[in-house]
Protein backbone atom coordinates (compact mmCIF):
# COMPACT_ATOMS: atom_id res chain seq x y z
CA UNK A 1 0.00 0.00 0.00
CA UNK A 2 2.62 2.39 1.00
CA UNK A 3 4.82 1.60 -1.90
CA UNK A 4 2.01 1.87 -4.14
CA UNK A 5 1.86 5.30 -2.57
CA UNK A 6 5.14 6.09 -3.28
CA UNK A 7 4.89 4.92 -7.05
CA UNK A 8 1.69 7.04 -7.60
CA UNK A 9 3.89 9.94 -6.09
CA UNK A 10 6.29 9.26 -8.38
CA UNK A 11 3.89 9.12 -11.58
CA UNK A 12 2.74 12.17 -10.23
CA UNK A 13 5.73 14.06 -9.89
CA UNK A 14 6.87 12.74 -13.81
CA UNK A 15 3.40 14.25 -15.12
CA UNK A 16 3.65 17.42 -13.59
CA UNK A 17 7.11 18.12 -14.73
CA UNK A 18 6.41 17.06 -18.11
CA UNK A 19 3.40 19.98 -17.84
CA UNK A 20 5.73 22.15 -16.89
CA UNK A 21 7.84 22.02 -19.74
CA UNK A 22 5.13 24.22 -21.78
CA UNK A 23 4.31 26.57 -18.72
CA UNK A 24 3.04 29.76 -21.10
CA UNK A 25 0.54 27.24 -22.43
CA UNK A 26 -0.02 25.51 -19.20
CA UNK A 27 -1.09 29.17 -17.37
CA UNK A 28 -3.50 29.93 -20.63
CA UNK A 29 -5.31 27.05 -20.38
CA UNK A 30 -5.83 27.07 -16.55
CA UNK A 31 -7.04 30.84 -17.28
CA UNK A 32 -9.17 29.86 -19.78
CA UNK A 33 -10.63 27.27 -17.31
CA UNK A 34 -10.97 29.51 -14.92
CA UNK A 35 -12.90 31.82 -16.94
CA UNK A 36 -14.65 29.05 -18.74
CA UNK A 37 -16.00 28.32 -14.98
CA UNK A 38 -16.81 32.33 -14.39
CA UNK A 39 -18.89 32.70 -16.80
CA UNK A 40 -21.08 29.47 -16.07
CA UNK A 41 -20.90 31.12 -12.76
CA UNK A 42 -22.05 34.21 -13.99
CA UNK A 43 -25.40 32.73 -15.56
CA UNK A 44 -26.46 31.39 -12.64
CA UNK A 45 -26.00 34.97 -11.20
CA UNK A 46 -28.29 36.40 -14.11
CA UNK A 47 -30.97 33.73 -13.31
CA UNK A 48 -31.26 34.47 -9.95
CA UNK A 49 -31.27 38.68 -10.86
CA UNK A 50 -33.81 37.59 -12.82
CA UNK A 51 -36.08 35.50 -11.37
CA UNK A 52 -35.06 35.97 -7.49
CA UNK A 53 -34.93 32.43 -6.29
CA UNK A 54 -35.23 28.92 -7.24
CA UNK A 55 -37.93 27.36 -5.36
CA UNK A 56 -36.91 28.06 -2.13
CA UNK A 57 -33.69 28.09 -3.02
CA UNK A 58 -31.17 31.29 -2.56
CA UNK A 59 -27.92 32.29 -4.65
CA UNK A 60 -25.34 31.39 -1.99
CA UNK A 61 -26.93 28.21 -1.18
CA UNK A 62 -27.32 26.75 -4.81
CA UNK A 63 -23.46 28.57 -4.65
CA UNK A 64 -22.72 25.88 -1.95
CA UNK A 65 -23.99 22.63 -4.38
CA UNK A 66 -22.17 24.26 -7.10
CA UNK A 67 -18.86 24.38 -5.22
CA UNK A 68 -18.87 21.36 -3.48
CA UNK A 69 -19.54 19.56 -7.21
CA UNK A 70 -16.85 21.41 -9.25
CA UNK A 71 -14.17 20.76 -6.16
CA UNK A 72 -14.79 16.92 -6.31
CA UNK A 73 -15.04 16.63 -10.26
CA UNK A 74 -11.86 18.59 -10.59
CA UNK A 75 -10.45 16.42 -8.01
CA UNK A 76 -11.73 13.47 -9.76
CA UNK A 77 -10.96 14.49 -13.00
CA UNK A 78 -7.39 15.26 -11.93
CA UNK A 79 -6.65 12.67 -10.26
CA UNK A 80 -8.23 9.79 -12.48
CA UNK A 81 -8.14 11.28 -15.78
CA UNK A 82 -5.44 8.46 -17.14
CA UNK A 83 -8.80 6.35 -16.95
CA UNK A 84 -10.27 9.04 -19.78
CA UNK A 85 -7.45 8.47 -22.18
CA UNK A 86 -7.89 4.65 -21.89
CA UNK A 87 -9.32 3.48 -24.97
CA UNK A 88 -6.05 3.83 -27.47
CA UNK A 89 -4.66 1.80 -24.62
CA UNK A 90 -6.84 -1.23 -25.36
CA UNK A 91 -6.92 -0.14 -29.38
CA UNK A 92 -3.16 -0.43 -29.89
CA UNK A 93 -2.63 -3.24 -27.39
CA UNK A 94 -0.34 -1.20 -25.27
CA UNK A 95 -2.56 -2.19 -21.84
CA UNK A 96 -0.46 -5.68 -22.37
CA UNK A 97 2.45 -4.06 -21.28
CA UNK A 98 0.83 -2.73 -17.93
CA UNK A 99 -0.93 -6.13 -17.14
CA UNK A 100 2.78 -7.82 -17.59
CA UNK A 101 3.91 -5.19 -14.72
CA UNK A 102 4.05 -6.18 -10.53
CA UNK A 103 1.59 -3.52 -9.88
CA UNK A 104 -2.43 -2.89 -9.63
CA UNK A 105 -3.06 -1.73 -13.34
CA UNK A 106 -5.68 0.76 -11.95
CA UNK A 107 -2.99 2.42 -10.09
CA UNK A 108 -0.32 2.17 -13.29
CA UNK A 109 -3.44 4.39 -15.78
CA UNK A 110 -4.31 6.51 -12.54
CA UNK A 111 -0.54 7.68 -13.03
CA UNK A 112 -0.89 7.59 -16.67
CA UNK A 113 -1.62 11.26 -16.72
CA UNK A 114 -2.35 14.19 -13.69
CA UNK A 115 -3.88 16.77 -15.24
CA UNK A 116 -3.05 20.12 -13.49
CA UNK A 117 -4.94 22.31 -15.75
CA UNK A 118 -7.79 21.16 -13.53
CA UNK A 119 -6.55 23.79 -10.63
CA UNK A 120 -8.93 25.77 -12.53
CA UNK A 121 -11.79 24.53 -11.98
CA UNK A 122 -11.01 23.22 -8.53
CA UNK A 123 -9.74 27.09 -7.70
CA UNK A 124 -12.88 28.21 -9.32
CA UNK A 125 -14.90 26.16 -7.49
CA UNK A 126 -13.10 26.60 -4.25
CA UNK A 127 -13.53 30.63 -4.95
CA UNK A 128 -17.65 30.15 -5.10
CA UNK A 129 -17.49 27.96 -2.13
CA UNK A 130 -15.71 30.27 0.23
CA UNK A 131 -17.97 33.12 -1.08
CA UNK A 132 -20.90 30.71 -0.30
CA UNK A 133 -19.76 30.23 2.83
CA UNK A 134 -19.39 33.60 4.23
CA UNK A 135 -22.45 34.68 2.31
CA UNK A 136 -24.74 32.18 3.79
CA UNK A 137 -25.07 33.17 7.52
CA UNK A 138 -24.78 29.37 8.48
CA UNK A 139 -22.73 29.21 12.00
CA UNK A 140 -19.91 26.96 10.65
CA UNK A 141 -19.55 24.26 13.39
CA UNK A 142 -17.08 21.06 13.36
CA UNK A 143 -19.96 19.39 12.19
CA UNK A 144 -20.89 21.28 8.93
CA UNK A 145 -17.24 21.80 7.99
CA UNK A 146 -16.62 17.84 8.10
CA UNK A 147 -19.54 17.11 6.77
CA UNK A 148 -18.60 19.22 4.00
CA UNK A 149 -15.31 17.52 3.34
CA UNK A 150 -16.49 14.12 3.59
CA UNK A 151 -19.45 15.02 0.72
CA UNK A 152 -16.25 16.50 -1.05
CA UNK A 153 -14.09 13.56 -0.71
CA UNK A 154 -17.43 11.50 -1.78
CA UNK A 155 -18.13 13.29 -5.28
CA UNK A 156 -14.41 13.06 -5.79
CA UNK A 157 -14.67 9.36 -5.11
CA UNK A 158 -17.66 8.98 -7.58
CA UNK A 159 -17.01 10.78 -10.35
CA UNK A 160 -13.46 8.54 -9.78
CA UNK A 161 -15.72 5.77 -10.13
CA UNK A 162 -17.90 7.04 -13.30
CA UNK A 163 -14.37 7.35 -14.71
CA UNK A 164 -13.49 3.85 -13.99
CA UNK A 165 -16.75 2.70 -15.45
CA UNK A 166 -16.30 4.64 -18.52
CA UNK A 167 -12.60 2.94 -19.12
CA UNK A 168 -13.84 -0.26 -18.25
CA UNK A 169 -16.42 -0.88 -21.39
CA UNK A 170 -13.30 -0.37 -23.68
CA UNK A 171 -12.57 -3.78 -21.98
CA UNK A 172 -15.54 -5.13 -24.19
CA UNK A 173 -16.27 -2.31 -26.77
CA UNK A 174 -12.06 -0.77 -27.23
CA UNK A 175 -13.80 2.47 -27.82
CA UNK A 176 -14.70 4.96 -24.91
CA UNK A 177 -18.31 5.36 -24.85
CA UNK A 178 -19.26 8.95 -24.89
CA UNK A 179 -23.01 8.60 -23.26
CA UNK A 180 -21.13 8.07 -20.33
CA UNK A 181 -20.53 12.15 -20.65
CA UNK A 182 -24.06 12.58 -19.42
CA UNK A 183 -23.31 11.31 -16.66
CA UNK A 184 -19.59 13.01 -15.54
CA UNK A 185 -20.12 16.32 -17.34
CA UNK A 186 -24.14 16.15 -17.44
CA UNK A 187 -23.48 15.08 -13.62
CA UNK A 188 -21.62 18.16 -12.77
CA UNK A 189 -24.49 20.45 -14.72
CA UNK A 190 -27.02 18.38 -12.72
CA UNK A 191 -25.82 18.88 -9.26
CA UNK A 192 -25.90 22.42 -9.52
CA UNK A 193 -29.13 22.78 -9.05
CA UNK A 194 -30.95 21.22 -5.95
CA UNK A 195 -32.38 18.01 -7.06
CA UNK A 196 -35.72 18.93 -6.00
CA UNK A 197 -35.95 21.05 -9.31
CA UNK A 198 -36.08 17.98 -11.63
CA UNK A 199 -38.41 15.27 -12.96
CA UNK A 200 -38.95 11.97 -10.78
CA UNK A 201 -37.21 10.07 -13.46
CA UNK A 202 -34.12 12.52 -13.12
CA UNK A 203 -34.17 12.35 -9.57
CA UNK A 204 -34.29 8.15 -9.11
CA UNK A 205 -31.71 8.07 -11.63
CA UNK A 206 -29.02 10.49 -9.79
CA UNK A 207 -30.07 8.87 -6.52
CA UNK A 208 -30.21 4.87 -7.16
CA UNK A 209 -28.84 4.38 -10.15
CA UNK A 210 -25.65 6.98 -10.13
CA UNK A 211 -25.53 7.71 -6.13
CA UNK A 212 -25.19 11.36 -7.37
CA UNK A 213 -27.42 12.72 -5.30
CA UNK A 214 -25.85 11.43 -2.01
CA UNK A 215 -22.32 13.41 -2.56
CA UNK A 216 -24.39 16.68 -3.10
CA UNK A 217 -28.02 17.55 -2.78
CA UNK A 218 -28.49 15.33 0.47
CA UNK A 219 -25.86 16.34 2.77
CA UNK A 220 -26.25 20.14 1.27
CA UNK A 221 -29.67 20.19 2.86
CA UNK A 222 -28.15 18.96 6.13
CA UNK A 223 -25.35 22.21 6.02
CA UNK A 224 -27.91 24.14 4.89
CA UNK A 225 -30.55 23.04 8.28
CA UNK A 226 -33.32 22.66 5.08
CA UNK A 227 -35.82 20.56 5.34
CA UNK A 228 -36.02 18.21 1.99
CA UNK A 229 -39.63 18.44 0.23
CA UNK A 230 -38.58 14.67 -1.04
CA UNK A 231 -38.70 13.52 2.70
CA UNK A 232 -35.15 12.76 4.02
CA UNK A 233 -33.94 12.66 7.26
CA UNK A 234 -31.09 14.24 8.80
CA UNK A 235 -29.42 10.72 9.40
CA UNK A 236 -29.86 10.27 6.04
CA UNK A 237 -28.10 13.19 4.84
CA UNK A 238 -25.67 12.68 6.73
CA UNK A 239 -24.12 9.34 5.86
CA UNK A 240 -25.19 10.04 2.13
CA UNK A 241 -21.55 10.87 1.35
CA UNK A 242 -20.57 7.34 2.31
CA UNK A 243 -22.06 6.29 -1.19
CA UNK A 244 -19.60 7.68 -2.98
CA UNK A 245 -16.71 6.05 -1.71
CA UNK A 246 -19.07 2.70 -1.93
CA UNK A 247 -19.79 3.85 -5.40
CA UNK A 248 -15.74 3.66 -6.54
CA UNK A 249 -15.43 0.63 -4.33
CA UNK A 250 -17.76 -1.11 -6.55
CA UNK A 251 -16.47 0.47 -9.74
CA UNK A 252 -13.07 -0.66 -9.08
CA UNK A 253 -14.46 -4.59 -8.89
CA UNK A 254 -16.05 -4.01 -12.14
CA UNK A 255 -12.67 -3.10 -13.27
CA UNK A 256 -10.99 -6.36 -12.16
CA UNK A 257 -13.80 -8.31 -13.21
CA UNK A 258 -13.49 -6.44 -16.99
CA UNK A 259 -9.71 -6.80 -16.65
CA UNK A 260 -10.28 -11.11 -16.35
CA UNK A 261 -11.75 -11.02 -19.71
CA UNK A 262 -10.09 -8.29 -21.12
CA UNK A 263 -8.22 -10.01 -25.07
CA UNK A 264 -5.93 -8.03 -26.30
CA UNK A 265 -6.49 -6.24 -29.81
CA UNK A 266 -3.00 -8.09 -30.66
CA UNK A 267 -1.78 -5.15 -32.86
CA UNK B 1 -16.37 24.91 -60.58
CA UNK B 2 -14.20 27.52 -58.60
CA UNK B 3 -11.63 25.29 -55.56
CA UNK B 4 -13.38 26.62 -53.06
CA UNK B 5 -16.52 25.61 -53.88
CA UNK B 6 -15.02 22.04 -54.52
CA UNK B 7 -13.33 22.29 -50.98
CA UNK B 8 -16.82 23.14 -49.47
CA UNK B 9 -18.42 20.10 -51.13
CA UNK B 10 -15.38 17.87 -50.50
CA UNK B 11 -15.64 18.25 -46.67
CA UNK B 12 -19.24 18.27 -46.66
CA UNK B 13 -19.38 15.08 -48.05
CA UNK B 14 -16.33 13.92 -45.54
CA UNK B 15 -18.53 15.22 -42.39
CA UNK B 16 -21.74 13.26 -43.40
CA UNK B 17 -19.99 10.04 -43.02
CA UNK B 18 -19.99 10.05 -38.97
CA UNK B 19 -23.26 9.25 -38.59
CA UNK B 20 -22.34 6.96 -35.13
CA UNK B 21 -20.87 10.02 -33.66
CA UNK B 22 -23.45 11.83 -34.29
CA UNK B 23 -25.95 9.72 -32.43
CA UNK B 24 -24.09 9.55 -29.13
CA UNK B 25 -23.48 13.11 -29.42
CA UNK B 26 -27.92 13.28 -30.08
CA UNK B 27 -28.43 11.20 -26.72
CA UNK B 28 -26.15 13.49 -24.76
CA UNK B 29 -27.80 16.88 -26.24
CA UNK B 30 -31.55 15.51 -25.27
CA UNK B 31 -29.76 14.62 -21.81
CA UNK B 32 -28.03 18.33 -21.35
CA UNK B 33 -31.51 20.02 -22.76
CA UNK B 34 -33.84 18.14 -20.66
CA UNK B 35 -31.82 19.57 -17.75
CA UNK B 36 -31.55 22.72 -18.89
CA UNK B 37 -35.12 22.46 -19.56
CA UNK B 38 -36.07 21.24 -15.89
CA UNK B 39 -34.05 24.07 -14.25
CA UNK B 40 -35.72 26.69 -16.44
CA UNK B 41 -39.01 25.70 -15.53
CA UNK B 42 -38.34 26.04 -11.90
CA UNK B 43 -37.21 28.86 -11.99
CA UNK B 44 -39.93 29.80 -14.07
CA UNK B 45 -42.14 28.32 -11.33
CA UNK B 46 -39.92 30.87 -8.69
CA UNK B 47 -41.67 33.97 -9.65
CA UNK B 48 -44.88 36.20 -10.72
CA UNK B 49 -43.53 39.05 -12.08
CA UNK B 50 -43.87 39.36 -15.83
CA UNK B 51 -40.65 38.02 -17.69
CA UNK B 52 -39.36 39.48 -21.03
CA UNK B 53 -39.88 35.59 -22.64
CA UNK B 54 -42.51 33.46 -21.14
CA UNK B 55 -42.09 30.16 -20.53
CA UNK B 56 -42.98 28.47 -23.86
CA UNK B 57 -41.01 30.81 -25.76
CA UNK B 58 -38.01 30.12 -23.55
CA UNK B 59 -38.45 26.22 -23.98
CA UNK B 60 -38.47 26.92 -27.81
CA UNK B 61 -35.20 29.05 -27.17
CA UNK B 62 -33.72 26.60 -25.07
CA UNK B 63 -34.26 23.60 -28.26
CA UNK B 64 -32.93 25.52 -30.95
CA UNK B 65 -29.88 25.79 -28.88
CA UNK B 66 -29.75 22.31 -28.38
CA UNK B 67 -30.44 21.45 -32.15
CA UNK B 68 -27.94 24.13 -33.55
CA UNK B 69 -25.47 23.66 -31.30
CA UNK B 70 -22.67 22.71 -33.59
CA UNK B 71 -23.23 26.09 -35.06
CA UNK B 72 -21.12 27.75 -32.51
CA UNK B 73 -17.35 28.00 -33.68
CA UNK B 74 -16.12 26.39 -30.67
CA UNK B 75 -14.70 22.86 -32.58
CA UNK B 76 -11.20 22.91 -34.21
CA UNK B 77 -10.64 22.01 -37.64
CA UNK B 78 -8.81 18.85 -36.27
CA UNK B 79 -7.36 18.53 -39.93
CA UNK B 80 -5.55 21.78 -40.12
CA UNK B 81 -4.35 21.68 -36.74
CA UNK B 82 -2.60 18.76 -37.02
CA UNK B 83 -1.10 20.17 -40.42
CA UNK B 84 0.19 22.72 -38.11
CA UNK B 85 1.59 20.67 -35.34
CA UNK B 86 3.45 18.39 -38.12
CA UNK B 87 4.38 21.10 -40.43
CA UNK B 88 2.26 20.04 -43.44
CA UNK B 89 0.62 23.32 -43.05
CA UNK B 90 3.11 23.96 -45.85
CA UNK B 91 1.23 22.21 -48.29
CA UNK B 92 -1.64 24.69 -48.09
CA UNK B 93 0.77 27.75 -48.64
CA UNK B 94 1.92 26.33 -52.02
CA UNK B 95 -1.78 26.28 -53.62
CA UNK B 96 -2.48 28.45 -55.80
CA UNK B 97 -5.11 29.90 -54.11
CA UNK B 98 -6.01 32.31 -51.30
CA UNK B 99 -5.75 30.71 -48.22
CA UNK B 100 -7.84 32.54 -46.02
CA UNK B 101 -11.11 31.55 -48.07
CA UNK B 102 -9.20 28.11 -48.78
CA UNK B 103 -9.85 28.03 -44.81
CA UNK B 104 -12.82 29.96 -44.61
CA UNK B 105 -14.83 27.46 -47.15
CA UNK B 106 -13.67 24.43 -45.02
CA UNK B 107 -14.79 26.26 -41.95
CA UNK B 108 -18.08 26.56 -43.48
CA UNK B 109 -18.55 22.84 -43.85
CA UNK B 110 -17.10 22.36 -41.05
CA UNK B 111 -20.03 24.18 -39.25
CA UNK B 112 -22.78 23.33 -41.98
CA UNK B 113 -22.83 19.48 -41.93
CA UNK B 114 -22.62 18.14 -38.45
CA UNK B 115 -24.86 20.93 -37.57
CA UNK B 116 -27.77 19.83 -40.33
CA UNK B 117 -27.14 15.92 -38.84
CA UNK B 118 -27.92 17.26 -35.48
CA UNK B 119 -30.32 19.57 -36.32
CA UNK B 120 -33.05 17.68 -37.88
CA UNK B 121 -33.57 14.75 -35.93
CA UNK B 122 -33.49 16.78 -32.75
CA UNK B 123 -35.51 19.63 -34.05
CA UNK B 124 -38.43 17.02 -35.02
CA UNK B 125 -38.29 15.12 -31.58
CA UNK B 126 -37.83 18.50 -29.91
CA UNK B 127 -41.36 19.47 -31.26
CA UNK B 128 -42.93 16.34 -31.14
CA UNK B 129 -42.60 15.31 -27.74
CA UNK B 130 -40.49 18.08 -25.97
CA UNK B 131 -42.45 21.66 -25.87
CA UNK B 132 -40.63 23.02 -28.95
CA UNK B 133 -42.84 25.09 -30.43
CA UNK B 134 -43.32 26.28 -33.92
CA UNK B 135 -42.95 29.58 -35.70
CA UNK B 136 -45.32 31.81 -35.13
CA UNK B 137 -46.03 32.90 -38.47
CA UNK B 138 -44.77 32.31 -41.92
CA UNK B 139 -42.97 35.39 -42.08
CA UNK B 140 -41.26 34.45 -38.72
CA UNK B 141 -39.99 31.28 -40.30
CA UNK B 142 -38.96 32.82 -43.56
CA UNK B 143 -36.84 35.34 -41.03
CA UNK B 144 -35.32 32.84 -39.07
CA UNK B 145 -34.02 31.14 -42.24
CA UNK B 146 -32.36 34.08 -43.64
CA UNK B 147 -31.20 34.70 -40.58
CA UNK B 148 -29.54 31.54 -40.10
CA UNK B 149 -27.79 31.37 -43.07
CA UNK B 150 -26.22 35.02 -41.55
CA UNK B 151 -25.23 33.31 -38.93
CA UNK B 152 -23.73 30.32 -40.55
CA UNK B 153 -20.88 33.13 -42.37
CA UNK B 154 -20.38 34.35 -39.03
CA UNK B 155 -20.12 31.76 -36.98
CA UNK B 156 -17.03 30.40 -39.73
CA UNK B 157 -15.03 34.12 -39.89
CA UNK B 158 -15.41 33.19 -36.25
CA UNK B 159 -14.21 29.52 -36.47
CA UNK B 160 -11.39 31.25 -39.21
CA UNK B 161 -9.65 33.01 -37.40
CA UNK B 162 -9.82 31.12 -34.44
CA UNK B 163 -8.03 28.76 -36.31
CA UNK B 164 -5.50 31.30 -37.71
CA UNK B 165 -4.36 31.43 -33.91
CA UNK B 166 -3.44 28.43 -33.97
CA UNK B 167 -0.54 29.31 -35.81
CA UNK B 168 1.22 29.95 -32.80
CA UNK B 169 1.12 27.05 -31.53
CA UNK B 170 1.65 27.14 -28.35
CA UNK B 171 -0.36 29.92 -27.09
CA UNK B 172 -3.17 29.37 -29.63
CA UNK B 173 -5.42 26.96 -27.82
CA UNK B 174 -5.84 29.61 -25.16
CA UNK B 175 -7.15 32.28 -27.51
CA UNK B 176 -8.97 29.82 -28.93
CA UNK B 177 -10.59 28.00 -25.66
CA UNK B 178 -10.98 32.01 -24.27
CA UNK B 179 -12.88 33.39 -27.68
CA UNK B 180 -15.19 30.18 -27.82
CA UNK B 181 -16.69 30.46 -24.53
CA UNK B 182 -16.55 34.25 -24.76
CA UNK B 183 -18.80 32.80 -27.99
CA UNK B 184 -21.11 30.83 -26.31
CA UNK B 185 -21.71 32.86 -23.44
CA UNK B 186 -22.61 35.83 -25.26
CA UNK B 187 -24.92 33.99 -27.99
CA UNK B 188 -27.10 33.13 -25.47
CA UNK B 189 -26.36 29.25 -25.21
CA UNK B 190 -25.24 29.58 -21.51
CA UNK B 191 -28.89 32.25 -20.78
CA UNK B 192 -30.87 33.42 -23.44
CA UNK B 193 -29.95 36.70 -24.05
CA UNK B 194 -33.35 38.47 -23.50
CA UNK B 195 -33.10 37.06 -20.00
CA UNK B 196 -29.95 39.12 -19.33
CA UNK B 197 -30.40 42.35 -16.39
CA UNK B 198 -32.22 44.96 -18.48
CA UNK B 199 -29.23 47.39 -18.36
CA UNK B 200 -27.05 45.12 -20.45
CA UNK B 201 -29.39 44.49 -22.46
CA UNK B 202 -28.08 47.78 -25.13
CA UNK B 203 -24.63 46.64 -25.06
CA UNK B 204 -25.81 42.86 -26.08
CA UNK B 205 -27.75 44.06 -29.17
CA UNK B 206 -24.42 45.02 -30.44
CA UNK B 207 -21.80 42.30 -29.54
CA UNK B 208 -21.05 40.02 -32.69
CA UNK B 209 -21.70 37.02 -31.02
CA UNK B 210 -25.55 37.29 -30.55
CA UNK B 211 -25.67 36.76 -34.40
CA UNK B 212 -24.78 33.81 -34.24
CA UNK B 213 -27.97 32.14 -32.14
CA UNK B 214 -29.59 34.73 -29.96
CA UNK B 215 -30.55 36.72 -33.43
CA UNK B 216 -31.95 33.43 -35.84
CA UNK B 217 -33.86 32.04 -33.03
CA UNK B 218 -35.63 35.13 -31.71
CA UNK B 219 -36.67 36.05 -35.16
CA UNK B 220 -38.38 31.91 -34.64
CA UNK B 221 -40.06 32.91 -31.86
CA UNK B 222 -40.90 36.16 -33.06
CA UNK B 223 -39.49 37.63 -30.11
CA UNK B 224 -37.42 39.85 -32.63
CA UNK B 225 -40.38 41.24 -35.88
CA UNK B 226 -40.03 39.79 -38.69
CA UNK B 227 -39.86 42.85 -40.38
CA UNK B 228 -36.23 43.76 -38.97
CA UNK B 229 -34.93 40.64 -40.47
CA UNK B 230 -32.83 42.55 -43.03
CA UNK B 231 -31.33 45.18 -40.44
CA UNK B 232 -30.18 41.98 -38.23
CA UNK B 233 -29.04 40.28 -41.48
CA UNK B 234 -27.12 43.57 -41.51
CA UNK B 235 -25.54 43.18 -38.40
CA UNK B 236 -24.60 39.72 -38.88
CA UNK B 237 -23.00 40.69 -42.04
CA UNK B 238 -21.19 43.71 -40.66
CA UNK B 239 -19.38 41.61 -38.17
CA UNK B 240 -18.69 39.14 -40.35
CA UNK B 241 -16.78 41.83 -42.54
CA UNK B 242 -14.51 42.21 -39.46
CA UNK B 243 -13.93 39.22 -38.23
CA UNK B 244 -13.10 38.28 -42.02
CA UNK B 245 -10.91 41.00 -42.11
CA UNK B 246 -9.04 40.59 -38.84
CA UNK B 247 -8.53 36.87 -39.71
CA UNK B 248 -6.64 37.93 -43.34
CA UNK B 249 -4.30 40.63 -41.46
CA UNK B 250 -3.54 37.79 -38.87
CA UNK B 251 -3.07 35.38 -41.75
CA UNK B 252 -1.18 37.66 -43.30
CA UNK B 253 1.52 37.90 -40.45
CA UNK B 254 1.57 34.48 -39.16
CA UNK B 255 2.51 33.42 -42.62
CA UNK B 256 5.61 35.79 -43.11
CA UNK B 257 7.02 34.56 -39.31
CA UNK B 258 5.78 31.06 -40.13
CA UNK B 259 8.26 28.29 -38.98
CA UNK B 260 7.46 25.04 -40.03
CA UNK B 261 7.18 22.40 -37.09
CA UNK B 262 9.09 19.32 -37.35
CA UNK B 263 10.11 20.24 -41.24
Known amino acids: MVDGLRLYWHYVTISVRGQMQYRASFIMLTVALFFNMGLEFLSIWILFDRFGSLQDWTLPEVALLYGMVNIAFALAEGVARGFDEFSPLVRTGQFDRLLLRPRSTALQVVGLEVQLIRLGRLLQGLAVLLWAAAALGVTWTVGRILLMLATVVGGACLFAGLFVLQATMCFWSTESLEVFNTMTYGGVQTAQYPLSVYRAEFRRFFTYVIPLATVTYYPALAILDKVDPLGSTRLMQYMAPTFGVIFLLVCLRIWRFGERRYRSTGS | ?263
Open chain 2, 1 to 263: MSPYWAVLGARIRTLLQYRAAALAGLVTQFFWGGIRVMVFMAFYRSTTAPQPMDLSETISYLWLTQALLLLLPFRLDADLRAMMRDGSVAYELVRPTDLYWLWYARAVAQRFAPALLRAVPLYLVAWLFLGLQLPPNLGAAAAFGISLAGALLLSAAISTLMTITMMWTISGEGIWRLLSILTMFLSGSFVPLPLFPDWSQPLLAVQPFRGVMDTPFRLYIGHLPAAGVLLNLGHQLVWTGIFVLVGRLILARGVTRLVVQGG
